[in-house]
């Protein structure tokens, strides 16, 4: 193992331990986004990719997928509405066989720029637990200490109930870079736009929600018909960046559809197992220069092999 790779893993090792120590352990799940159901979905791409990248699943061919919605907590036993953030990864089934994955959540950005810095903060959390603080109080402490993060906590207070997993927007909150035949490369960012619409719940309504109103809800919605969302691809200019995680890029960008994922029902329970790793993509994409992005590689490895052990 080289020295690069043996510091990764390291570090990856104490993120995790940090996530740990901050929220809880909970042996044989993930070490984020605990909570979640996996789905059977096909994706049907329209060409419109094809002059930006040769990456196999956005030509023409059909491919198979799987779509993962989930809670952002630790905690699998969480109530829906208590986990603000929601995740929608997507596994894509290569025409060769082998996969490719998109993770999305409910955020445009994240809280912190490198993997040291999303460790800082979670000790700062740590710090800050004490007996009658709030999570305002916390995130107040972790802002005033960390400038990066004040956006990407700002924009979690501002996170509203969904009605439904298929009526949020997910964003990438990495950039990725597309190269085409030409051997030409544009950055470029992605989001999943619900066809169902944006739609949330009413304070009033949150109430009456059961703990899992989510996937109840999803489910009766898949006993009506597939679930519906666009993959669009941001188009970056010169100057967006591609190595920060916390800053958004200008909401003028181009965004071009290049797909259409349909959900049809629950995968089977194996597939509860598979690592949704974004940094595994296909010939015509790159990942970025983002560390956090580079990063997951090695910290979903060490979240994996902790829960395959349960640990």
Not at 141 to 157: D, P
Not at 207 to 232: C, H, M, W
Not at 261 to 287: H, M, N
Request: charged share 20%; glycine share 6%.
């Amino acid at each position: 193992m080289n020295n690069n790779k043996l510091v990764s893993s390291e570090l990856a090792e104490e993120a995790v331990n940090s996530i740990e120590e901050v929220a809880g352990k909970y042996p044989g799940y993930r070490r984020a986004h605990a909570k979640g159901v996996v789905y059977q979905a096909v994706f049907t791409p329209n060409g419109q990719a094809g002059p930006l990248t040769t990456a196999a699943h956005l030509q023409n061919q059909e491919v198979q997928a799987l779509v993962r919605f989930s809670n952002s907590s630790t905690n699998p036993s969480i109530p829906d509405v208590f986990s603000p953030a929601k995740g929608m990864a997507v596994q894509f089934v290569l025409p060769d066989g082998g996969v490719t994955s998109l993770v999305t959540i409910t955020l445009p950005i994240f809280f912190a720029k490198t993997p040291q810095s999303f460790i800082n903060i979670l000790r700062t959390i740590k710090e800050n637990s004490f007996e009658g603080a709030t999570i305002a109080d916390k995130f107040k402490a972790v802002m005033e200490k960390y400038s990066e993060s004040r956006a990407g906590l700002q924009a979690v207070k501002m996170l509203q109930p969904p009605l439904s997993f298929a009526t949020n927007l997910y964003h990438s909150i990495h950039a990725y870079y597309f190269t085409n035949a030409a051997g030409e490369r544009r950055a470029i960012k992605y989001e999943c736009e619900p066809e169902a619409g944006l739609h949330f719940l009413a304070q009033e309504e949150v109430e009456n929600r059961s703990p899992d109103y989510l996937e109840d809800e999803l489910i009766e919605r898949l006993s009506k018909g597939p679930v519906a969302f666009q993959l669009t691809v941001i188009l970056g200019q010169e100057g967006d960046p591609t190595d920060d995680p916390t800053s958004a890029w200008p909401e003028d960008r181009e965004r071009i559809v290049v797909g259409h994922l349909s959900i049809t029902g629950v995968a089977d329970e194996k597939a509860q197992e598979y690592v949704f790793d974004p940094t595994v993509v296909p010939a015509g994409i790159e990942c970025s220069e983002d560390p956090i992005l580079n990063f997951r590689h090695d910290a979903y490895a060490e979240s994996h092999s902790r829960r395959s052990t349960n640990q």
